[in-house]
């Protein structure tokens, strides 16, 4: 069974860091991108980063660029988000996802993350 | 960057309605374009990708249209366990945008 697990979400202070972690397995890891997107309370699906199969081509949002690492490591079939100088509006649950040919196709439950003195 | 806009962004039908949700991207996408269904409370699922391909166990009143910068989610018939909120997504270009949602509710 294909299946993304995330892990990490906690309540951090403003201006503090966080990892968050996935955990993939039923699939050839390597072969896909993997995706962050994240939901706030009550709102909608917005896109946060990416990275390829070799871990060489991260790719960011605007409003996360300089302050998130999106990192894997294909050993151990996991992808990581490192979230540095975080702040209120990062308040929310984030998901990982497998992308498939054009689409994000497996979603995770997804990982809390809360920031607020 | 590319701005996706979708409408209405809620609405109400009655159980065997046909159902049509827009959206439109601020330039051409090549028909890189994704709707996803998220039921409350739960993660969302891929239904439609690249305009009109639909996903497998994916029922056949959902259908998706469209090309360059217009597109549509249409459910034929709506059913009860269709109350959810839809999104689509620009596949064509990083940021992968989406729509701000369309929240259908069974009147």
């Known amino acids: 069974e294909v299946q993304l697990v995330e892990s990490g979400g906690v309540l951090v202070q403003p201006g503090g860091s966080l990892r968050v972690s996935c955990a993939a397995s039923g699939f050839t890891f390597s072969r896909h991108y993997m995706h962050w997107v994240r939901q706030a309370p009550g709102k909608g699906l917005v896109w946060v980063s990416r990275?390829?199969?070799?871990?060489?081509?991260?790719e960011y949002a605007d409003f996360v660029k300089g302050r998130f690492t999106i990192s894997r490591d294909n050993a151990k079939n996991t992808v990581h988000l490192q979230m540095d100088s975080l702040r209120a509006e990062d308040t929310a649950v984030y998901h990982c996802?497998?992308?498939?040919?054009?689409?994000?196709?497996?979603w995770g439950e997804g990982t809390t993350v809360t920031v607020s003195s | 960057d590319i701005q996706m806009t979708q409408s209405p962004s809620s609405l109400s039908a009655s159980v065997g309605d046909r159902v049509t949700i827009t959206c439109r991207a601020s330039?051409?996408?090549?028909?890189?374009l994704a709707w996803y269904q998220q039921k409350p409370g739960k993660v969302p699922k891929l239904l439609i990708y690249v305009a009109s391909t639909l996903q497998s166990g994916v029922p056949s009143r959902f259908s998706g249209s469209g090309s360059g910068t217009d597109f549509t989610l249409t459910i034929s018939s709506l059913q009860p366990e269709d109350v959810a909120s839809y999104y689509c997504?620009?596949?064509?270009?990083?940021?992968?945008?989406f729509g701000g949602g369309t929240k259908v509710e069974i009147k």
């Open positions: 996802v497998r992308e498939k040919y054009y689409n994000l196709d497996v």
């Open positions: 990275i390829n199969g070799d871990g060489s081509h991260p």
């Open positions: 330039q051409g996408i090549n028909n890189y």
């Open positions: 997504q620009n596949y064509d270009s990083v940021p992968l945008t």
